[in-house]
């Protein structure tokens, strides 16, 4: 069973920036995608970045040119780098690791327990 950790979050005034970390446990890292959702209260989960285990990435269009995910495979980790934040960007956000049989999206992906972002206006 993976786990993944989150950290990073916080309160940031609106425009600031925050990093988001999560270290996963495991073997299969590397060969896997990893991917950052967020929910917000009373909304349903959405994907904000997500890499392949060939470094190829996707992000929402709410957050395309303020966000950049990257892997460190040596160091079981993924990041998400975020910049001028905005007051709608105020979630929790989850880390995901795709399994040999789920896709990220999937409720059995791996997943981790989540870190609250909060940004103020």
């Known amino acids: 069973q993976v786990q993944l950790v989150e950290s990073g979050g916080g309160l940031v005034q609106a425009g600031g920036s925050l990093r988001l970390s999560c270290v996963a446990s495991?073997?299969?890292?590397?060969?896997?995608?990893i991917g950052w959702y967020r929910q917000a209260p009373g909304k349903q989960r959405e994907l904000v970045a997500q890499?392949?285990?060939?470094?190829?990435?996707i992000y929402a269009d709410s957050v395309k040119g303020r966000f950049t995910i990257s892997r460190d495979n040596a160091k079981n980790t993924v990041s998400l780098q975020m910049a001028s934040l905005k007051p709608e960007d105020t979630a929790v956000y989850y880390c995901?690791?795709?399994?040999?049989?789920?896709?990220?999206?999937?409720?059995?992906?791996?997943w981790g327990q989540g870190t609250q972002v909060t940004v103020s206006s």
């Open positions: 890499i392949t285990s060939g470094g190829s990435t």
């Open positions: 995901a690791q795709e399994t040999e049989r789920y896709g990220l999206g999937s409720d059995r992906a791996s």
């Open positions: 495991g073997s299969t890292f590397s060969i896997r995608a």
